[in-house]
Nanobody
Framework: QVQLVESGGGLVQAGASLRLSCAVS????????MGWFRQAPGKERAFVAAINWSGGSTYYADSVKGRFTISRDNAKNTVYLQMNSLKFEDTAVYYC????????????????WGQGTQVTVSS
């Protein structure tokens, strides 16, 4: 059974940092590309960042470029999202997702999803 479990969310002030983690089990993590998406209240789920199976390629939404960093530790079957200089508009439920090999901006190309972790940024 494939499981993706996010952690690290919370309530922070604008300008603060958070690091999200997503632990993966039940699939070959080292052959999986990983993505982070977020969904704010009343909005559709949106792409945040992705990383390919080796970590050699990363992709970011324009809104987070330069502030967020995606990384992975294949020995720990875990993907991370370091979020710096958080803004009020970063408030959302953050989801990690997995697909085979290559990262993608499109949520419908991912076949496994976590339950999400809430990130709330106060202004």
């Amino acid at each position: 059974q494939v499981q993706l479990v996010e952690s690290g969310g919370g309530l922070v002030q604008a300008g603060a940092s958070l690091r999200l983690s997503c632990a993966v089990s039940g699939r070959t993590f080292s052959r999986s590309a990983m993505g982070w998406f977020r969904q704010a209240p009343g909005k559709e789920r949106a792409f945040v960042a992705a990383i390919n199976w080796s970590g050699g390629s990363t992709y970011y939404a324009d809104s987070v470029k330069g502030r967020f960093t995606i990384s992975r530790d294949n020995a720990k079957n875990t993907v991370y999202l370091q979020m710096n200089s958080l803004k009020f508009e970063d408030t959302a439920v953050y989801y990690c997702a997995a697909r085979y090999l290559s990262g993608s901006y499109a949520s419908d190309e991912y076949d496994s999803w976590g339950q999400g972790t809430q990130v709330t940024v106060s202004s």
